[in-house]
């Protein structure tokens, strides 16, 4: 059985997997998931930094944790991976940003094959942060989520420090000796599906697993991500 930690995407918190801890611990494994610095604490966004949110799931990570990164959290995943990769057993990269090396998210976004997010965003009157818009977030995120998990998920959306993601990460061959895998949703309407293939290329095929949902599994088909979640955990 695996231990798992979660960590959630732009503009979401620890609440997003919410059904999909239950489902892991019914399947016999230790799920627990972290909100990320700067997310509903009442923190300035200018003061959030990249290298913060790293240290802050390497101090929630063991030797036998694999963490997985949802969207952006793929960035702080692999920075955690970088300063400590003794402290973690691998990492799953949900529709996730595989970092390149020197390259910020923000940067990997802006090289993708389509720009997903143009005009359902807007910023805190000090550039600092930026929130999804409720208009347009259900279309985008959670087009095949219930109801329900729809409302919750927009009463949750919270303001996305910008400076962790505009911050370029280094990466080194500590990083490259941790094992990883890749779960694509082919429904994504925010990273493109081709673009997470194109991320994923650089993992052996058998690391690389597909869901037929959008950019959010974890309220889409929680049960089947709790199921590919095990699955993955028997390649590390």
Known sequence: MAEVLLIHGSCHGAWCWRDVIPALKARGHSARAMTLPGHSDGRDPASVTLAETAEAITAASTPNTLVLGHSWGGFPISAAAEAAPENLRGLIYLCAYIPVSGSSLIDMRKAGPRQTLFGATAKNPAGTGYRFLSDTAPHLFYHDCPAEAVRFALQNLCLQPIQPQDTPVQLTERFKSVP???????????????????????????????MQTSHSPFFADPEGLADLIGQTAKDF
């Open 180 to 210: 990883k895998t890749y779960i694509r949703c082919s429904g994504d309407r925010v990273i493109p599906p081709e673009y997470q293939a194109q991320m994923a290329a650089q993992l052996p095929p058998q690391r690389v697993y597909d």
